[in-house]
């Protein structure tokens, strides 16, 4: 039996002009004299991602997708992500990888599929790779889990 839940949900992650004015007048009084400084919001480039997994027995479509949401979330972080120190600017993510990610919860028995799409200045290459520049950064736009098995 098929059980599915969608997720489209907008993750807002552009700081504030202030929250960038404060940076500035912080850079500025540390700068050395003659160094120009201007601050600017990163570029983002918005991923969706499509999952088909099989639960386990023990756990329903909803802790499931709940728990894959989180997992994305936290490994493609600016912040946190990767490997606990942010994602970094201008790294590719690829299907594959996100694929080795959610085969390790606990609440997924198997990954049937993973598909990626991007939104904005990107380049897909045939082994599935999203690429983006240096001052890019990605985020998850939007989730749809499919999932069967489990405890529904």
């Known amino acids: 039996m098929w059980s599915c839940r969608m997720h489209r ?11 960038i004015r404060a940076v500035e007048t912080h850079l500025d009084r540390h700068r ?6 201007e601050v600017r919001a990163p570029n983002y480039v918005e991923l969706r991602v499509d999952v088909s997994v099989v639960s ?20 493609l972080d ?11 600017f201008g790294r590719a993510v690829s299907e594959a990888e996100l694929h080795e990610q959610l085969s390790d919860l606990s609440t997924v028995d198997t990954v ?15 082994d599935r790779r999203v690429l983006i ?11 749809d889990v499919a999932c069967r098995g489990g405890s529904d």
């Not at 756990?59 to 997992?71: G, P």
């Not at 599929?113 to 991007?118: F, L, N």
């Open 78 to 88: 600016p912040i946190d992500g990767y490997d606990g120190d942010g994602w970094p």
């Open 9 to 19: 949900r907008t993750f807002s992650v552009l700081p504030s002009e202030g929250f």
């Open 32 to 37: 050395l004299l003659g160094d120009r400084i």
């Open 56 to 75: 386990t027995t023990d756990h329903t479509a909803e802790e499931t997708s709940a728990e894959i949401e989180r997992q994305l979330r936290s490994f």
């Open 133 to 143: 520049d240096e001052a890019t950064q990605f985020v998850l736009g939007s989730l």
């Open 112 to 126: 049937e599929s993973v598909t990626v799409r991007a939104t904005g200045d990107t380049t897909v290459t045939t």
